[in-house]
Structure formats: C-alpha cells, structure tokens
C-alpha cells in the first residue's frame, strides 16, 4: 500500500471516528458549548477591532455558531458564509449574510448565501476567518470533511492573508495520542478554540491556555 493510499484510509477511520464523537452530544452538550465559545470569542481584543468576519453555517454535529453570527451582528460586524463556486476546484466565495438573508441549498446540501458578486468579499479584506473542522492534533493539523474546499482556498491566497485564521471544535474533536495523517495540500491552522481551550500556534512557543 502505498503511503497516499495509507493516509487515505487512516484519514477516513479518523473522520469517521470523530463525526460520531461529536455527533453523540446531546443537545444540551451542543448548546452549552455553543454558548461558551461564544463568549471566550466575544472576550477577544480582536473582535472589538475587526469588521469583517467569515464563519460557516454548522451541520454534522459541528459547533453551533448562531450564538457567534448572533453576537457579531449584534456588535454592528459585517458576517460573511462561504460559498461554493461555480466552477469546481475553486476556492470558496464569501459572501454577505445579514438577518434577512434567504439562504439557499448548494450542491452539497450546505447552506449558503445566494451568489451574488456584489456582495462577495476577498478573503484579503477578512479580518478574522473561522473554519470548520473534524479533528485536529497538537500541532494544529486540521482534518476536514474531505472534500479540500478549505484547504484550496487557503492555499490560493498563500502567504498573502493578513487576517486571523481560526478553527472552531468541539473538545472531543481534540486527538491527543496520535498526529493526524497530512498530505502537502493539507493548512494546518494557527489557531483553534473549543469551549475548553484556546490553542495557539502563532507563537514561537506551544501555547495551550485553559478557558
């Protein structure tokens, strides 16, 4: 077998695994830990600077960010969701969504915006990026949903970002004993929260800090 072959399968039992970790909270589980990432986003000096904000719409037991979309627009944030493009194998659109957007199904079944490139917004103008993910390691190795979607948006823009990239996970989406299987189109990402902690990598150190 060779090794893209390993990473793949290994990737997959990975995947797998930790959809169905987080997939058996309860909804009371799901809720507090909406509600505490929330807040320890909403203490963040960053929040008070910024202005535009990309966050993704939650599914598959993911951290729910209504409580942050909600918080963002209730400080005056302008909140921008990914959207797929039109042409496949292209990075993702980030688009405007107010109160009375009307989101519309995509071809992945995942809400999204209705396209519109009046409202689209370069990723160079984001302030501050939050992106879903599946698992994730000590070394902030990011394993998503497989499809690269992500991953290839990140790579377009290269070292160009000035904006703050972080990963939103639950903490059982944490692996502790193993480094996840990584492929070179694989972005680790500076930072993640959880509702226990906030793991920072943008720093010459490893940082962990309890919350």
């Known amino acids: 077998m060779t090794d893209k072959n390993h990473n793949f399968l290994l990737k997959q039992k990975i995947r797998k695994h ?7 909270l309860t909804m009371t589980q799901q809720d507090e830990a909406a ?5 320890i986003i909403g203490q963040d ?41 039109p042409l496949k194998n ?25 396209l519109d490139f009046k409202k689209v917004l370069s990723l160079e103008q984001i302030d501050i990026l939050f992106i879903p993910l599946v698992a994730f390691d000590y070394y902030g ?18 070292n160009k970002l ?11 989406q944490y692996y502790t004993t193993i480094s996840l299987p990584i492929d070179r189109w694989d972005v680790p990402l500076p930072e993640i929260i959880t509702p226990s902690f906030h793991f920072n990598w943008n720093q010459s150190f490893y940082n962990k800090k309890q919350n």
């Open 18 to 24: 930790a959809r169905l970790q987080r997939l058996s």
């Open 35 to 39: 509600k505490r990432v929330a807040n």
């Open 45 to 85: 000096k960053r929040i008070k600077e910024a202005n535009n904000f990309a966050i993704f719409i939650s599914f598959d037991g993911e951290i729910n960010t209504n409580y942050l979309i909600n918080m963002l627009w209730n400080k005056n944030k302008k909140v921008y969701l990914p959207a797929l493009h």
């Open 90 to 114: 292209r990075p993702l659109l980030f688009i405007n969504y107010t109160p009375t957007t009307s989101l519309v199904v995509n071809r992945l079944n995942l809400y999204e915006p209705p």
């Open 141 to 158: 190795n990011r394993l998503g949903m497989g499809g690269g979607f992500y991953d290839r948006t990140l790579q377009q823009y290269n």
């Open 162 to 172: 000035s904006c703050f990239i972080i990963g939103l996970a639950h903490d059982c």
